[in-house]
């Protein structure tokens, strides 16, 4: 059985830090593209970051203009494990995060991000950032 399970959301003030983490089992991990998504209301889902698999571009990664210089995703093989550490964080951050896998990717699912590409979702962790 396939399964996502993420952790780490919570509240946090602006400028603070977080990190989610992401479980992965029932799939051959390391050559799954995976990519860490959020959605706030009212709004699309969108691509935070991505993070290659095995043999489609073995962990390079592709971030969102509004997560460069702020988030890192790093992904782990051997404990099948995708982390998304958040610095500097703003009111705008504010959103569910998910944790996504193209368990099947081609050498474009990293690069493009496009959510529709993403075969197993988690349920998702909420961020939310507040004063």
């Known amino acids: 059985q396939v399964q996502l399970v993420e952790s780490g959301g919570g509240t946090v003030q602006p400028g603070g830090s977080l990190t989610l983490s992401c479980v992965a089992s029932?799939?051959?991990?390391?050559?799954?593209?995976m990519g860490w998504f959020r959605q706030a209301p009212g709004k699309e889902r969108e691509r935070v970051a991505t993070?290659?698999?095995?043999?489609?571009?073995?962990?390079?990664?592709v971030y969102s203009d509004f997560a460069k210089g702020r988030f890192a995703i790093s992904r782990d093989n051997t404990k099948n494990t995708l982390t998304l550490q958040m610095n500097s964080l703003k009111s705008e951050d504010t959103a569910m995060y998910y944790c996504?896998?193209?368990?099947?990717?081609?050498?474009?699912?990293?690069?493009?991000?496009?959510?529709?590409?993403?075969?197993?979702w988690g349920q998702g962790t909420q961020v939310t950032v507040s004063s």
């Open positions: 996504a896998a193209d368990r099947y990717p081609s050498h474009h699912t990293c690069r493009r991000g496009w959510a529709t590409s993403f075969d197993k």
């Open positions: 029932g799939f051959t991990y390391n050559s799954a593209c």
């Open positions: 993070i290659a698999g095995d043999g489609t571009g073995d962990g390079s990664t």
